[in-house]
């Protein structure tokens, strides 16, 4: 029997309007097998590795599993395989679960049961064979694109899976990831185990043992590789697998003036930069994954700022910044309706609008008849970078700057998208897009590569990715003050990596067994809730205390407090005028700020897993009852990680509104002022629900486990903390009975 035997498999998103993501498709997958999955956006290769890893269930057909897979699903040790199957997404935010690299490889391990001491040997040598070692305990967000992409290979092949399924992983990656990523894959399908890699690569297509294409929802053909380029020309490209050669415009350098010019200009890894770049121009910026590309469009566009050095605009112009992360650029229901965004802000008459949304749609190849009425999140991923093109495209603005545009487009959707910008060049813009590949940069009158700039190469990209949060001084305002506040999260991260560093007597409260804070903490509650007014002032000035030695910063609690003080003097207000008692209404101010402190310090001195196991913990007794103990504590886990997802996801969406809004400000209506801001609500409840159901398919495919998991992480309970809870427990209980 073959590994995986797909028989009539069909997949449609909505019986409504009755399009089939895949439909009517057979095939078999045989052991030790290296397949490369290819086809044209939107032709159903993606929701067929979804149908395959089990993330989505298919309206009709089969899915048949060789019994070691059936085996291995049930967590048979008798199995030859850990897990049956591992998927690696495009996107890699959207598979990280923990904080750091180390926690979010060995949760694998930990839902399988893995044994501790057997886990941190597993740990460690997967995260030095993905060259994390000097990462494996940072911030998640520290790490480049590249990075995160080999974290999730790890954690994909630290299950042992007997099919590997990477869906275009290296599609944001440089030329040299590239390879990296390419010779992992290898590693895997050369120790035995099956692999199928989605992807456009014609390369990477002649180095498969077998080629699916998928047309239309359809598999259209099945066979080696030398077989499918024999087809037609006109066959391979309306696959998607070849496009016709692009002829790069003749040069019209004399009538060139400078747009923007960076003098001595240090950011990410760049360092001592200067160059011009001139208008009218096609400009590739190309350079290692993580060297700072994309920083250097942000830096143009006004939304990140040099470390050193200048950037000058030399001439007013209007800007479009498309980001290499599409969904971020993409925040209305409907793919018209975000298009037309621009627009609808400027005021201009909706049938205007219209015929512009159709034309820019054509422009980047997206149909306007077959598109006009989906959904924005039903879209693949290359037919919302295409979208998000179209957002941009639909201003006309004088300069275009693109994030790696190309990413995750077929080969015909990439040609159609470079002669698109060809076309603008024509048209007298000035183009500015990062790229490492050849045929891109081929097209362009200038290029610009970072790596002759190269900084000092024992710096992180952590540290890089912090330097650039000192200047402010040539962001626009509203992004100046969205970034603020991102930057003040990350100062309290930077302060508690400090802190947990250093050998001060704070480090040991970071030490502190998981429940043994929680249990410090609920004696803060249980205390404050029973205390009178002089109990719940002297709570306070003991939670003040507590912070100093947490060496959390005071004047963080106090600018905390300031920036809700006017709701709570508006519910204080209300509560006085309905009781007329001065006495309760002090009483709730000052337990409100005893109940505030010891929250905000919990959460300073815990991560997210920690607060996982302190709960699990405490819960434990529960057990017994049959209730899911572990369930209920991974859900607080996921609130706190999804706190910093959705206020990155806010960030995000705010910066492209911000851009959108300014391509069309000098046209803009007060009257659209509600508009704008409803058009960061509704969008981040949407990208809520998407992000929501991404991370839950990483959990699912981390072979999640409300039983039988074990720990990778090791606590101690020593003297001190044993004196401190005994201190506490002291305390509450005088205040609640004497």
Request: one cysteine or more; hydrophobic letters at 45%.
């Amino acid at each position: 029997m073959a590994l995986i035997t797909v028989k009539n498999l069909t997949y449609g998103y909505s019986e409504a309007t009755n399009i089939k993501a895949i439909s009517d498709v057979n095939f078999t997958i045989e052991r030790g097998e290296y397949i490369v999955l290819a086809g044209k956006n939107g032709s159903g290769k993606s929701t067929l590795a979804a149908c395959l890893a089990g993330l989505i269930e298919p309206v009709a057909g089969s899915i048949a599993l060789e019994q070691s897979l059936i085996k291995a699903e049930k967590n048979n040790p008798n199995s030859e395989y850990t897990v049956p199957i591992a998927l690696i997404f495009q996107n890699p935010n959207n598979q990280i679960i923990a904080e750091t690299p180390e926690l979010d490889i060995a949760f694998g391990l930990e839902n399988l049961g893995v044994a501790t001491k057997e886990m941190h040997k597993k740990v460690a040598c997967m995260i030095e064979y993905c060259k994390l070692k000097n990462l494996f305990d940072a911030e998640i967000e520290d790490l480049s694109t590249a990075e995160k992409q080999r974290l999730v290979f790890g954690n994909a092949r630290i299950l042992q899976p007997a099919l590997l399924v990477a869906d275009e992983p290296s599609a944001m990656l440089s030329s040299k990831e590239q390879e990296i990523l390419k010779s992992f894959l290898t590693d895997f399908h050369q120790a035995g185990g099956t692999l199928i890699l989605i992807s456009h690569n014609i390369d990477e297509i002649k180095n498969a043992e077998r080629v699916l294409v998928m047309n239309q929802s359809k598999l259209v053909f099945d066979g080696k590789p030398d077989e499918l380029l024999q087809k037609e020309s006109e066959v391979l490209e309306e696959w998607g697998i070849i496009a016709k050669p692009l002829q790069k415009l003749q040069d019209s350098s004399a009538e060139r003036k400078t747009f923007c010019s960076f003098t001595d200009a240090s950011f990410g890894h760049v360092d001592n930069f200067s160059a011009e770049i001139q208008s009218g121009a096609i400009t590739a910026v190309c350079g290692e994954s993580g060297i700072g590309k994309t920083q250097l469009l942000e830096i143009i566009a006004h939304i990140q700022s040099l470390s050193k050095g200048s950037c000058q605009i030399h001439n007013e112009a209007t800007m479009a910044f498309a980001v290499q992360e599409t969904e971020a650029a993409l925040f209305e229901e409907f793919v018209v309706d975000d298009i037309a965004y621009t627009l609808k802000i400027a005021g201009v008459p909706n049938e205007e609008i219209l015929k512009k949304v159709e034309s820019a749609m054509n422009l980047v190849g997206l149909s306007y008849d077959v598109f006009k009425d989906r959904k924005t999140f039903s879209l693949s991923g290359g037919e919302k970078r295409k979208a998000a093109l179209a957002g941009i495209f639909i201003a006309d603005p004088d300069v275009v700057l693109m994030d790696n545009p190309c990413a995750g487009l077929d080969i015909k959707s990439r040609g159609e998208l470079l002669s698109s910008v060809m076309e603008l060049k024509a048209r007298g813009k000035t183009v500015v897009f990062t790229t490492n590949n050849p045929e891109e940069i081929a097209i362009a009158d200038f290029c610009l590569n970072l790596n002759d700039y190269r900084a000092d190469l024992t710096q992180t990209v952590k540290e890089a990715a912090h330097q650039n949060f000192s200047k402010q001084q040539d962001i626009d305002p509203q992004i100046a003050g969205i970034k603020k506040r991102l930057d003040t999260m990350a100062e309290i991260k930077k302060i508690r990596r400090e802190v947990k560093n250093s050998d001060t007597l704070a480090r040991h409260f970071f030490t502190i067994h998981p429940l043994i804070k929680f249990l410090i903490t609920l004696c803060f509650i249980v205390a404050t809730l029973a205390a009178n007014q002089n109990g719940i002032i002297v709570i306070i000035i003991a939670a003040l205390a507590f912070a100093f030695f947490c060496s959390y910063p005071i004047m963080r609690l106090i600018k905390g407090i300031a920036k809700i003080f006017l709701w709570l003097a508006i519910i204080a207000a209300l509560q006085y005028l309905l009781l007329r008692d001065l006495q309760s209404v002090i009483l709730f101010l000052l337990r409100f700020f005893a109940l505030y402190i010891p929250l905000v310090l919990y959460t300073f001195i815990n991560t997210p897993t920690e607060i996982m196991h302190a709960i699990e913990d405490f819960l434990f007794p529960l057990k017994a009852l049959g209730i899911p103990v572990r369930n209920i504590s991974f859900i607080f886990a996921i609130i706190f990680r999804f706190i910093d997802i959705l206020r990155e996801e806010a960030f995000k969406i705010s910066i492209a509104r911000l851009i959108r809004r300014g391509l069309g400000k000098s046209q803009q209506k007060k009257g659209n002022r509600l508009l704008a801001l409803v058009s960061l609500f509704v969008p981040l409840i949407l990208r809520t629900l998407i992000r929501a159901d991404a991370l839950s398919q990483a959990v699912k495919l981390r072979y999640y486990s409300p039983t039988g998991n074990t720990r990778y992480q090791k606590y101690r309970i020593n003297l001190f903390s044993l004196l401190l809870l005994a201190l506490f427990f002291s305390a509450t209980a005088y205040i609640c009975f004497f």
